[in-house]
C-alpha cells in the first residue's frame, strides 16, 4: 500500500523515534517567534519531527556586527556570530514551550570542551529538576560554526572534536549528534573520531566559509568580513559529504542538511544515506515551507513505490565489496 | 485577537505581526520612473496593517532564496499597496509585475509608526524610504493632524516617483536641483516651519537619518526612524536584520523597523 496516505514517514534517529525525517537546521527558524505570528494554535500546527533552536553557548553572545545576511546565488551567507541569550536565558525559556508535542534536540556550542560541558551541565541539572515537557531527548554540539573565533577549529580536527563529545558523554544518556563542517578537505576522519567518542549520531552539514563583496566599494559586504554559505548552491557539496560519511560509518544515523527546498532535495539526503534530513534556508522563503517541503516528500516516495521512506536510505551509496 | 499592543515604556508600537503567507491577485500596477506602485488584493492584510509596517514578499517566477521585504505604502480597503524600486534583480522583478498576476505576501510585520495623540506631524523621506510615509500620511490626515512632508530625490528620474503620492503639503528637493529645490531634503528642514509640538518621522540613507536625528536633538522635537537592513527570515528567527541601538543590537524585523529616533546609533 503505497498511497500518499500510505507510505510511512517514521524513522528511528537512534534512539528516538521521529514522525518524519524533516528537522529545523538550527538557527534557521524560531518556534516562538513564529507562534507569536501564528492566528491559530502554531504547536499543533508545529510541522518538524522535532525542534532545533539557535545554537546555546555557556554565556550571553552579541553576535557579530551588521551587515549580517545577504542572498548570493542560488543561495544566501550569514555572519551571525551565535548571537545568543546564554544557557541560564535558554533554561528559563523551556516552560515556554511546554505544549510542544514533539522531541527538542538543543545545539549547543563553544570554543572548548569546558564550555560544551557547561551548557550540557547546566541543562541535565534543569531538566532533572523540572523533568518536561518539552521532552528535550538530546543535544547537537556545534563543533562547525564558522562565524565565530575559534568556532572552526574544533570541528577541523578530529582530537578536539573527540575531546568535546567525551566531556558531553559523561554528562547525558541523551541523545549526542555531533554537527561537523564541510570546511575540511576530508570528512571522514573527524565523523569517526566523533562516533569513537560516543557520539549517538551526526548532523552535516553547517556552512561553507565564503566571502561576499559590496559591488559599489569592493570590501567586504559582511561585518564579519567572512561569513557562511548555505542554500541550493551548497547542495552537491553536502550530498556528497553525506554519502561519504555513511559508506564510512554505516549504521550510524545521519542528519543530513544542506540546501533542501524540496521533498524532492530530502529524498535525496537521504538516497545518501541520511536519517533524517533539516531544512535550514528554505525557513526563510515562508512559514508554510516545511509543511510543503513533507507534502511532497510524502508524494516523491509513493510516486516511486516506496511503503517506507527509508526503503530510499543508502541508494545512492557504493555498494560494499 | 488583539492587534495592537503597546509595551509600556518603550516608546514604540508593538501592534499584531502576522507570518501566515497570502497568495494576492495584483490589481494595479503603475510605473513612476524607476518605481512601479502596485496594488494586491489583501484584506487580511490592509486590515491589520499599521503605518510603518513592511510585508515580506516572494519575488515571483522562482530562482530566490530570500524575500524581499516592502513597507507598506498603502493599506486603502482591501488594497494593499506597495511601491517597488527597481535596484537589484529581485525589486527589478517585482517591479516588473502586471495586473492579474499573483504575489506571495506575509505580514504584517515589524513595529509602527506611533500615530496617536499628535497634533502635527513632518514626514521627511528619502528616495524609496518616502514609501511608508504615504500610509502614515492617510492614518494622520483621517485624524485631523496637520501633515507636512518633505521628500528627496536623486534627480528628476527618481523624483517621478512624487505622482504616486498624495500629500497635500510635500515640498520636494533633487540633489541636481532637476526638481523642485536643490539639495538635500534635511538642508530643507530649517526652512520648513513647525510648531514646537510637531512630531517627526523619517525614513531613507543612514546619512540622511543621522541629519534627521541631529536637527530634532537641536530643535528639541520628538522623531521616529524607519531603517532597512537586509533580512533573511523577516520573522524574528535568524537575527540577520540587527542594528545598532541604544537599548542594544535589535532587530530591524521585529523590534523595528520604527525605532525613537533617539534610540537610533548612527555610524
Ligand atoms: C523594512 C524595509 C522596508 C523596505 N521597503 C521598501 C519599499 O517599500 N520599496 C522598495 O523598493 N524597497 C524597500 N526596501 C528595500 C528592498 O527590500 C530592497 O531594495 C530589495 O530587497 C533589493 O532586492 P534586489 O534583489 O533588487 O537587490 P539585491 O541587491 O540583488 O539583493 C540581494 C539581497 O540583499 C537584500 N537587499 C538589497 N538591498 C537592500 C536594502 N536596501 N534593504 C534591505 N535588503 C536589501 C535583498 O533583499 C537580497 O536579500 C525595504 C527594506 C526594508 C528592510
Ligand atoms: C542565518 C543562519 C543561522 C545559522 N545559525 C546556526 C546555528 O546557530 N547553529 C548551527 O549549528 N548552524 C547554524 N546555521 C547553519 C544551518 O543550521 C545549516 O547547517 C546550514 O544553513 C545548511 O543548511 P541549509 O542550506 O538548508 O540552510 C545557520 C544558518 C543560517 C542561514
Ligand atoms: S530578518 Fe531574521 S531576525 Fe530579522
Redesign the pocket.
Known amino acids: 500500500m503505497t498511497g500518499v496516505d500510505g507510505v510511512d514517514l517514521r524513522v528511528d534517529l537512534g534512539s528516538l523515534t521521529l514522525e518524519h525525517p524533516l528537522v ?5 527558524f524560531d518556534l516562538l517567534e513564529n507562534a507569536r505570528r501564528f492566528r491559530g494554535d502554531y504547536f499543533a500546527a508545529f510541522p518538524y519531527a522535532a525542534y ?1 533552536p ?2 546555546v553557548t555557556s554565556g550571553p553572545r552579541e553576535g557579530n556586527p551588521p551587515p ?2 545577504t542572498e548570493t546565488a542560488c ?4 555572519a ?1 556570530g ?1 548571537e ?1 541569550p546564554g544557557v541560564e536565558a535558554f533554561v528559563s525559556s523551556l516552560p515556554a514551550l511546554r505544549p510542544l508535542r514533539q522531541p527538542v534536540i538543543v ?1 549547543v ?1 563553544g570554543n572548548a570542551p569546558e564550555d560544551f560541558a557547561a551548557v550540557v551541565r547546566h541543562l541535565e541539572e534543569a531538566l532533572d529538576s523540572s523533568p518536561g515537557p518539552p521532552h528535550v531527548a538530546g543535544y ?1 554540539l ?1 563543533v ?2 564558522p ?1 565565530v573565533r575559534g568556532g572552526l577549529s574544533i570541528g577541523v580536527d578530529p582530537g578536539a572534536t573527540a575531546a568535546v563529545t567525551t566531556a558531553v558523554r559523561a554528562l547525558t544518556s541523551r541523545l549526542v549528534l555531533v ?1 561537523l563542517t564541510p570546511n575540511v578537505t576530508d570528512v571522514r576522519p573527524v565523523a569517526r573520531a566523533a562516533v569513537q567518542a560516543g557520539a549517538d549520531g551526526l ?5 561553507l566559509r565564503g566571502m561576499v563583496l559590496d559591488p559599489a566599494t569592493l570590501r567586504p559586504f559582511l561585518g564579519n568580513r567572512t561569513g ?1 554559505l ?3 548552491a ?2 552537491p557539496v ?1 550530498l556528497r559529504m553525506v554519502a561519504e560519511v555513511a559508506e564510512e560509518l554505516p549504521g550510524v544515523p545521519l542528519v543530513g ?5 524540496s521533498g524532492r532535495d530530502a529524498l535525496e539526503f537521504i538516497a545518501c544515506g541520511a536519517t533524517a534530513v ?7 522563503s515562508g512559514l508554510e515551507a516545511p509543511r510543503r517541503i513533507l507534502e511532497e516528500l510524502r508524494r516523491e516516495c509513493a510516486a516511486r513505490g516506496f511503503a517506507r521512506v527509508g526503503d530510499a536510505r543508502g541508494l545512492a551509496l557504493a555498494r560494499a565489496g | 485577537m488583539t492587534p495592537s499592543a503597546r509595551r509600556p515604556g518603550d516608546g514604540h508600537e508593538h501592534p499584531g505581526q502576522w507570518a501566515e503567507t497570502s497568495r494576492c491577485r495584483v490589481a494595479g500596477a503603475r510605473r513612476f520612473g524607476a518605481f512601479t506602485a502596485l496594488e494586491v488584493l489583501a484584506p487580511a492584510i490592509t486590515r491589520e496593517a499599521r503605518p510603518g509596517q513592511f510585508v515580506m514578499v516572494t519575488v515571483p517566477g522562482g530562482g530566490f532564496l530570500l524575500r524581499r521585504p516592502l513597507s507598506i505604502f498603502t493599506a486603502r480597503g482591501d488594497r494593499l499597496g506597495l511601491l517597488v524600486e527597481a535596484r537589484g534583480p529581485g525589486s527589478e522583478r517585482l517591479a516588473a509585475v502586471g495586473v492579474g498576476e499573483a504575489l506571495e505576501v506575509a505580514g504584517p510585520l515589524g513595529s509602527a509608526f506611533p500615530a496617536a495623540d499628535l497634533r502635527s506631524a513632518l514626514l521627511v523621506g528619502g528616495g524609496i524610504g518616502c514609501a511608508p510615509l504615504q500610509f502614515l500620511a492617510d492614518a494622520l490626515g483621517a485624524t485631523g493632524v496637520v501633515v507636512t512632508a518633505a521628500f528627496g530625490f536623486r534627480d528628476a528620474r527618481q523624483a517621478r516617483a512624487t505622482g504616486a503620492f498624495d500629500i497635500a503639503r510635500l515640498w520636494v528637493t533633487t540633489e541636481d536641483g532637476s526638481v523642485g529645490r536643490r539639495g538635500m531634503v534635511t538642508d530643507l528642514l530649517a526652512a520648513v516651519d513647525v510648531p514646537p509640538s510637531t512630531t517627526v518621522f523619517c525614513c531613507g540613507p543612514a546619512a540622511m537619518i543621522a541629519a534627521v536625528q541631529r536637527w530634532t536633538a537641536t530643535e528639541g522635537l520628538r522623531g521616529y526612524a524607519s531603517l532597512e537592513a537586509h533580512m ?2 523577516g520573522v524574528g ?4 536584520c540587527v542594528v545598532a541601538t541604544t537599548r542594544g543590537a535589535l532587530r530591524v524585523c521585529s523590534e523595528g523597523p520604527v525605532f525613537p529616533l533617539d534610540e537610533v546609533v548612527t555610524g
Open positions: 529545523d537546521a538550527s538557527g534557521t532545533v539557535k545554537t549580517r545576511v543561495g544566501m551567507i550569514n551571525i551565535l545568543n545545539s556550542g547537537e556545534n562547525s560554526c562565524n554537527k548532523s552535516l552539514v553547517n556552512t557562511g548555505c542554500g541550493p551548497i547542495k553536502a542538511m544542506g540546501g533542501v527546498t533539516a531544512v535550514g534556508a528554505a525557513n526563510f | 533573511a527570515c528567527a535568524c537575527h540577520g
